[in-house]
């Protein structure tokens, strides 16, 4: 009886098998440190990032090889992250005012410390992005100093993607 009852569900559909959707594996991390600006970080094995010839170690991250060179601009990049000399309060207030609109604000925890996370858009008065250019970053605060972990909407980078990414390593952060 039971086999038939099993059978007559089978036949119906009710014992179907579920399908069960494949979660993508999280990528392998490397950790890089940046003894100077007192932070280390892992990043997906398989991009770059700058060794400190031209500037301090582990500021620069990107899936394929760049270069810095000494005394120009930031490279173009598809993750940075610089330590600031200001508080928390005076960042997030320096970084959403006129200069930018703010698209997303959430503050969190992050290494322990006060954080927030942000997305913005440069209007007209930015002083060093073109306006409309969208940047996403967490700045994380240490005592009279920031930790700014960010990716920007720009040509040449894939920006949802980067912001993927950087949401994993800003987990993986730790202050010295």
């Not at 994380?140 to 949401?167: E, F, H, K, M, W």
Request: aromatic share 6%.
């Amino acid at each position: 009886m039971r086999m038939m009852i099993c059978l007559a569900v089978l036949a119906t559909g009710g014992c179907a098998p579920q399908r069960v959707e494949a979660r993508p594996q999280a990528p392998s991390l490397t950790r890089c440190s940046n003894p100077a600006s007192r932070y280390s970080i892992a990043y997906p094995s398989a991009w770059r990032t700058n060794t400190g010839n031209a500037v301090e170690p582990c500021r620069f991250f990107h899936p394929t090889a760049f270069e810095v060179q000494p005394q120009s601009e930031e490279p173009l990049v598809a993750i940075s992250v610089k330590r600031e000399p200001m508080t928390l309060e005076s960042f997030v207030q320096g970084n959403t005012s006129s200069s930018s609109d703010v698209l997303q604000q959430e503050q969190l925890t992050l290494a322990g410390r006060p954080a927030v996370r942000l997305e913005l858009r440069a209007t007209q008065e930015s002083p060093l992005l073109p306006p409309g250019t969208r940047e996403y970053l967490y700045a994380i605060g240490d005592g009279d100093s920031v930790v700014r972990v960010s990716t920007l909407a720009v040509r040449g980078l894939d920006y949802p993607a980067n912001q993927a990414v950087l949401d994993e390593m800003v987990r993986t952060l730790e202050l010295r």
